[in-house]
């Protein structure tokens, strides 16, 4: 009787044994079932993605190739785009406003399936856009904000009022201005009038600078101060060196020094240098005044290392372009469009959802650090 009990407990958990094992296998073969299907989701989901991607064309217009960083945020655009599966149709307009018009017609009938623009006029493409959004195309405004219409959806730039501010806070420090000194004697330059962060670049510095120059501790020699009156067309060198050669020739003759030069950009910069190089700044006795600027180009930084420029700010092209196709893709996808700001940019008929990304300070003392240990430049390229 023991025996036969004992026997049935061995068969029972034998049986038992058995179930168990059976029914792990069958847990680990649903869970790797799942694994599996979880697997060619994902994969689908990814070959869908890349469907979705795959040949899909873009249209990137930017302003000109006469300034360096123009060329190198169509360049990482073009690459990231491409990278993701896009075609990319990527078009530079010498400045001229009506040439970039043509260029975003074109892409419009083209088929492009969003439209990145780095405008020339901010307020000259409420027509196109209006063309773009019946055609179902989105459009992102690129660094600059697209003024006067509704049918921009998204803008990517830096924070441009702390670029001006980058500038201006530069100037208090170096002349020590916050500690009373002064009279130093300035002197002011804008950026183009049709772009809208030469406002708010000029506001930002303005908004460090004006209270010096209330109290006297800052002279503006020539007393242009109005924004039109000391703007810079087209941000060019040239116009930015005529007008400071005709500043010299009017206010700066005999004694009078030129202390600093308030400049938004590295392109108004260089003119600024060259008007002053022709008069024979940069000698021990003529020092060069605090020159200021943006943008950190290869001909700038060299003008930081060899003390001509003082400052300049860097806003990494290679940030702004990420983010341009970080919206593109999230366009294209139906994806959420990253912004992080929705009260600041305001063109006039709307709010413009926004990425800001972060301006930093440069001058000769960080500019290894920040665009050599970077990537952005190598040595050599800063090297003469
Ligand atoms: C950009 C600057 C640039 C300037 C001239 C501005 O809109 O923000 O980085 O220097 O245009 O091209």
Known sequence: MKKILLLTLVVALMVTMLFIGTSCKEDKTTAEAEEVTETAEEAEEEVAEETTAAGELIGVTMPTKSLQRWNQDGDN????????????????????????????????????????????????????????????????????????????????????????????????????????????????????????????????????????????????????????????????????????????????????????????????????????????????????PVITGQDCDIANVLAMIDGKQSMSVFKDTRTLAAKAVEMVDAIIKGGEVPVNDTSTYDNGVKIVPSFLCVPVFANADNYKEILIDSGYYTEDQLTK
């Open 77 to 288: 655009m073009k690459k990231q785009l491409e990278a993701k599966g896009y075609t990319v149709d990527l078009q530079y307009a010498e400045n001229d406003v009506n040439v970039q018009l043509g260029q975003l017609e074109n892409q419009i009938t083209m088929g492009c399936k969003a439209l990145v623009i780095a405008s020339i006029d901010g307020s000259a493409l409420s027509e196109v856009l209006s063309k773009a959004v019946d055609e179902g195309i989105q459009s992102i405004a690129y660094d600059r904000l697209i003024m006067e219409t509704e049918d921009v959806d998204y803008y990517t730039s830096f924070d441009n009022f702390k670029v001006g501010v980058l500038q201006g806070t530069y100037i208090e420090e170096a002349l020590g201005l916050a500690d009373g000194d002064g009279p130093y004697n300035i002197e002011l330059v804008a950026g183009s009038p049709d772009d809208n962060n030469a406002t708010l670049f000029f506001n930002g510095a303005m908004s460090i600078v004006q209270p010096y120059i209330d109290s006297g501790q800052l002279v503006v020699v020539s007393g242009q101060t109005d924004f039109l009156t000391i703007a810079t067309p087209a941000w060019k060198s040239e116009t930015a060196q005529a007008r400071m050669d005709n500043l010299i020739t009017a206010n700066y003759a005999g004694d009078t020094e030129l202390d600093v030069v308030l400049c938004p950009n590295d392109s108004t910069a260089i003119g600024v240098i060259a008007a002053l190089d022709n008069v024979g700044y940069g000698s021990a006795d003529k020092p060069y």
